[in-house]
Each structure stands twice: as structure tokens, then as C-alpha cells.
């Protein structure tokens, strides 16, 4: 997976500009063969009833994109006080809408507060369980 070096400098400006909440948003790209380039992040606002602990996009933003907006690839979130790995709600989240998308990045500045990490992840869809789970995915910079 390889993310452009604007990209990543403008989700981590807005990785924190959202604190102390979560932020989150979508990824454009393309998928060749077997590597994806990620090349746009589109910010939307979190709407989850607690933003500190948890992100939920913008139904009207989502679905306006998700109808609209070609080469959708994935979702940008962040952990704003916890390392950049999946939780529980993450996954449980993902059951309802990863099966449309490949990729799924977390960014945290924890513990520094300065400095985003961010993790990606490839999402895999079991089709004999219809489960979706998540698989560590290398990220290269460009």
C-alpha cells in the first residue's frame, strides 16, 4: 500500500486540528494488481455521540460519497489517546460497512502528542462467515 507524503501530512493536520476527538475520513486511490495507491483524503465530520472514544462519519457526507464519488478505497480514523491498532468497536463497526472497502488506516499521536503514527490495514472479507476482519498491511510513503 503506498500513501502520498501531502496525504499523510494532511490527515495528521487534521488528526490535529479535531482533538481531543476522533477524526476521521475517506480514501480515494486505485487498486493495481496487488498494490493500492491511496491519493486523496477526504475529511468528514465525526458525528459519534462521544467523538473522544469513538468516530462515526457523517451519514449525509458518507452517503454523498458513497453514491458519488468514484474510487472510494477506505476509511482514516484516529486514536487520539491509544495506539493506532484496531478496537473492539472498530471491528464491530466494520461488519456494517467493510465489505466496501479495502483499506482502513488508524493514526495517533499517543504517547508524544506531536507526531502521527499511523498503522494501515488491509480488510479482508471471509466469505464462508461473511466476517470481516482486519490484516496488518505494509504502508510505504511516497
Partial sequence: MIIAQEIFI???????KQLPNEACGILLGKSYDDEIRLNEFIPVPNA??????????DPDTWIKHLLGTPDIMGLFHSHPTSYPVPSQADLDSLQHYGS??????IGSVYPDHKHMILNAYSIQKDEASTLITLAPADLRMT
Fill in 10 to 16: 494532511q490527515m495528521e493536520c487534521y488528526l490535529h
Fill in 48 to 57: 459519534a455521540a462521544e467523538p473522544r472514544h469513538h468516530f462515526e462519519l
Fill in 100 to 105: 466496501l472497502l479495502k483499506v482502513f488506516l
